[in-house]
């Protein structure tokens, strides 16, 4: 049967005749039976990957890419006067991720599932995501984020496992989300809610009763942590997913007639981060249930069992007292004790290595380093830190477990979705082997000199900027010129990402147009993520922008030449609209702390060259790219570090010896400012800048300007930046999540 003749009988009506909403329910429809017919991926050992956060963006054009016929749905929906792009625009993305750990999982699932290897999801159904972000009054209002609407992307099953908190036993209930692979793979990403969940309790914003777990469980992604009884609901909500996914595991193991004390032979579990660390006390326990002793279940859940650490940042390495567990998960503390309690005899009571501190609260990555047979970074750099300062006593005892892995992006979103006109066109150069090898990208390098391929694929950039200019417009309200330069910082809100240093170099550039120092060509600043909403200072800095873009772009001496748009709620959506547009890739973190990023990787494979720090994964793009190809500012991670060590960073010299940067900082509470903003933000955020700047934003910014002026300048060598542009595209294949994804079977899983 033909796709056309499909799609009628599905609307029961002529396509012409039908509205957005009908084609989206049609055309979900006939994606849903159309993966269907494709069997699950089977194999004798498989992957759970375990993660409190799957950002998987919109499924429907992804899901037509995979299936092979988005060329064929697009022309047929054309030929009808309706179009693709409007049908995939109804499609509300699902919110079940936060930021770069959340959309590398479901990068992942995309490469497993393409790779034909057998592996599977494991994660929560927030009803209401993360939050919504708006903005009034220049500020960030968080609102739920209603994204299960019908008919959606997930399918309800029957399955169900008890999960029992303290005297409460509560039934989950399991819905499915399939995960096709690009020509061939089938898997699923299952996703576990509660029946009992009541949204009629979220009021005012994203508030709602904390204590009440029946209701409340899986409302929101990362509750408010700020008291006990939000952080104790945390751990509600992790135990909750990890003890669904372990019964789910042993129940499939079990019907497959697998026998459990060689589980290892037949699981591989990735915790992702420390949320799902709890899955291995669990596990143990449910093993002793099976009757297996407490030693012999360790060793399996050890041999099945590997952890990612995602971070440096002390505040995301969770410790959970005792007492919250003892309340939450009764069950599980003798469990933690004896694991404890082995680490306490074989180490010699080393209170960097005991999994529950003097103060009684349980290291949740301890577990895993201990307990588990692998520990990965996730960009060299990143690992090189773990192993040589922060988890260098785990080092020390356990060396053959660490080992790198360096992020990827899936290319079928990032490029063949989100930029279509450019792959089409490496196509015609390359042709497309590229698509599911990435590595063949290289052979773009062949054209170096070739003026027409790289004219056109400039053309396609601005191409994209048009694109890109219109959905602004349309979302924001801002016009934007697309032969300005698209110089764009999209990634969630956080002192250590430093928006407030690009902000500071916005305030340096506005300060010399008023002086009648004028860019060679107008620039368009694009900012754009979300700041978690107990985060004071980071929301300050969205404050601080929203207030720029209210000066600068209303100032008719300065919006001809800058512009400024701070775009509200950034998503994966946005992402594939925004990065095909970009000139400049803003990656200028605090070297050191960015384990690796991954949104560098989306503009590098889009033609966007970096601006950024040698931090996490901009450091292999470097190397990959060579020194002619990117920008580099700022301070090394080993200085960084060395400051750190020393307290030998003072903010107040910095602002007190250079003008500009006093300039520049002082503008944040001068008039132009304060007659737009809010008096305290503001100054809490210039009194933070001058007294504590805990991730060195004056250490770094004069080089940054210095930097990103001579980046300005060298887009007017238009032969130059075109060269570079290709050179990026060329070299980005390494960064193919199917590469990141082999590398995880070979070293980790063992899958086949
Ligand atoms: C890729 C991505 C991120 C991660 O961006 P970083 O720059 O690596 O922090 C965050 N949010 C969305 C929507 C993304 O697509």
Known sequence: MNLEKELTELLGKPIEKADRK?????????????????????????????????????????????????????????????????????????????????????????????????????????????????????????????????????????????????????????????????????????????????????????????????????????????????RKLRVYQQYFMVSNAAQYIIKEQKDLGHDLHHMGDYVAIQINDTHPSMVIPELIRLLIHEGIIFSEAAGIVSDVCAYTNHTILAEALEKWPSSYLNEVVPQLMPIIGGLDWGVVCAYNNNNDLNIIDKDGRVHMAKIDMHYGHSINGVAALHTEILKNQELRPFYNIYPEKFNNKTNGITFRRFIMHSNPQLADYIDTLIGSSWRTNADSLKDLLQFYNDEAVLNRIDEIKRDNKVRASKFVEQKEGVSLDPDSIFDVQVKRMHEYKRQQMNALWVIYEYLRIKNGEKPQRPITVLFGGKAAPAYYQAKAVIHLILCLEELINNDPDVSPYLKVVMLKNYNVAKAEVII??????????????????????????????????????????????GHQNIYTFGRSSDEVIGL???????????????????????????????????????????????????????????????????????????????????????????????????????DIWHLK
């Open 22 to 230: 009908e084609l989206y329910a049609a055309v979900l429809k006939l994606v849903k039976a159309k993966i269907a017919e494709r069997p699950l991926t089977q194999g004798n050992k498989k992957l759970y990957y375990i993660s409190a956060e799957f950002l998987t963006g919109k499924q429907l054009g992804k899901n037509l890419i995979n299936l092979g016929i988005y060329s064929e749905m697009d022309e047929l929906l054309a030929k009808h006067g309706q179009s693709l792009s409007d049908v995939e625009a109804s499609e509300p993305e699902p919110s079940l991720g936060n930021g770069g750990l959340g959309r590398l999982a479901a990068c992942f699932l995309d490469s497993i599932a393409t790779l034909d290897m057998p592996g599977d999801g494991v994660g929560l159904r927030y009803h209401f995501g993360l939050f919504k972000q708006e903005f009034k009054d220049h500020k960030q209002f968080e609102v739920p984020d209603e994204w299960l609407s019908e008919p959606g992307v997930l399918e309800k099953t029957d399955v169900s496992f008890p999960v029992r908190f303290g005297d409460l036993i509560v039934h989950s209930r399991m819905y499915n989300l399939d995960v096709i692979g690009y020509n061939g793979g089938h898997n699923q990403l299952h996703l576990f809610d509660l029946d009992t969940v009541d949204e009629s309790i979220v009021k005012d914003g994203i508030d709602f009763d904390k204590k009440d777990v029946e209701k409340n469980l899986t409302l929101f992604l990362y509750p408010d942590d700020s008291d006990d009884d939000g």
């Open 580 to 625: 095909p547009a970009a000139d400049i890739s803003e990656q200028i973190s605090l070297a050191s702390k960015e384990a690796s990023g991954t949104g560098n990787m989306k503009f590098m494979l889009n033609g966007a060259v970096t601006l950024g720090t040698a931090d996490g994964a901009n450091v292999e793009i470097g190397n990959l790219v």
């Open 644 to 746: 750190y060590n020393t307290s030998g960073y003072k903010s107040i010299d910095y602002y007190n010896n250079s003008q500009s940067i006093k300039h520049c900082v002082d503008f944040i509470t001068g008039p132009e400012l304060l007659a737009i903003g809010d008096e305290k933000l503001l100054g809490d955020l210039k009194d933070n800048l001058m007294h504590k700047d805990w991730f060195m934003t004056l250490l770094d910014l004069e080089d940054y300007c210095r930097v990103k002026e001579t980046m300005l300048y060298d887009y007017e060598d238009r032969a130059k930046w075109k060269r570079m542009e290709l050179v990026n595209i060329a070299k980005s294949g390494f960064f193919s999540s199917d590469r990141t994804i082999r590398e995880y079977n070979r």
